[in-house]
């Protein structure tokens, strides 16, 4: 069955340092998502994009984020300069439809553990 | 805001015991409920999904769902469980584009 994979899966960094976070959703899926989840807390949507950008964002996702589909098969998220709190577990989602509907499901990559010191 | 609320935070049960685990959401338009489960170390894998019809819906590994839309519940069951299914449980509705998930129930079964 088709993955979606997450690359690196433990990223550690210094405080002020940029990160990029790399996925390669499913090859037809057309909507992808970026979701965390603090050690211990629960999973929360950072944001969604379609055709080439962003079609939702939640009040996480600040300046300080990013999302590009650079070619035809990744999808990256860019923390510019990253601070203690946002060590998390960073999923990578994409889904062959968007909204509601029998091909809306999420599929997740396996995560990218952030570790920020 | 939307907002989903899983009653159990942590649940202890005996192999072949049944479950029984709670989801809540607070949207009254149209949505799809789903049961994710994350077993230690592996990704968010999709156990169930209700889109519209019969409200019982059944999903992999034996587990089952029913939607209640009066009482805006999707609660999880399992008849009889085994240590496998040791993981944690995430209920999530999808209204719009994204999902919106509980805070997840850690499901410990004892052998």
């Known amino acids: 069955e088709p993955e979606v994979t997450q690359t690196p899966s433990h990223q550690v960094t210094q405080m002020g340092q940029e990160v990029i976070l790399r996925c390669v959703p499913i090859s037809n899926h057309l909507y992808f998502y970026w979701y965390r989840q603090i050690l211990g807390q629960k999973v929360e949507f950072l944001v969604s994009?379609?055709?080439?950008?962003?079609?939702?964002k939640s009040e996480i996702f600040d300046d300080q984020f990013s999302v590009e589909r650079p070619d035809g098969s990744n999808f990256t998220l860019k923390i510019r300069s990253t601070k203690l709190e946002d060590s998390a577990m960073y999923f990578c989602?994409?889904?062959?439809?968007?909204?509601?509907?029998?091909?809306?499901?999420?599929?997740f990559g396996n995560g990218t553990r952030l570790t920020v010191t | 805001a939307q907002s989903v609320s899983q009653h159990n935070h942590h649940v202890i049960l005996s192999e072949a015991a049944s479950l029984e685990l709670g989801c809540n959401y607070s949207?009254?338009?149209?949505?799809?409920l789903f049961w994710y489960v994350q077993y230690p170390g592996q990704h968010l894998q999709l156990l169930l999904k209700?889109?519209?019809?019969?409200?019982l819906v059944k999903g992999i590994k034996g587990f089952e769902a029913e939607f209640i839309k009066s009482k805006f519940s999707f609660n999880l069951r399992k008849p009889s469980v085994q240590w496998s299914d040791t993981a944690e449980y995430f209920c999530?509705?999808?209204?719009?584009?994204?999902?919106?998930f509980g805070q997840g129930t850690t499901l410990q079964v004892k052998p």
């Open positions: 999530a509705v999808k209204s719009t584009g994204k999902l919106i």
């Open positions: 994009f379609y055709n080439n950008e962003i079609s939702e």
């Open positions: 209700y889109f519209s019809g019969d409200p």
């Open positions: 989602a994409s889904s062959e439809l968007g909204g509601t509907g029998r091909n809306s499901p999420l599929h």
């Open positions: 949207y009254g338009g149209t949505v799809n």
